[in-house]
């Protein structure tokens, strides 16, 4: 996943998340918003960050596995589906996956 790649999936997944909000950007181009709950801004990166992707990990319930190769898979049986996706990190493999859901689903 290049960098590029992961602002674009930051990006989908802030809009998703917050879709009554005012999304603006910081100096590296990364999705910020302001949480009322802790009284700043903050930068939304789901791709690296268990604090910002966790809990939508276990909202899901998705699952997040190792493969063979190094990289690792995220999952979910949805219907009589599965939902996957493939990434370098584990966070990155459960970004992609829950944008694929949520993006199927709508």
């Known amino acids: 996943m290049t960098d590029i790649e992961m602002l674009e999936t930051n990006w989908a997944i802030a809009r998703l998340e917050y879709p009554a909000e005012e999304i603006s950007s910081d100096r590296f ?30 909202l899901e319930k998705l699952s997040l596995l190792p493969c063979q190769d190094g990289t690792y898979q995220a999952s979910k049986w949805v219907g009589s589906g599965l939902t996957t996706a493939y990434a370098d990190t584990p966070t990155k493999a459960a970004a992609l996956c829950y944008l694929k859901l949520n993006t199927q689903l709508n």
Do not use: F, H, K, M
Request: charge should be negative; charged fraction near 25%; include cysteine.
């Open 29 to 58: 181009g990364r999705p910020i918003v302001y949480r009322e709950d802790e009284g700043t801004y903050i930068a939304l990166d789901y791709c690296t960050s268990w604090q910002e992707i966790g809990p939508l990990i276990e």
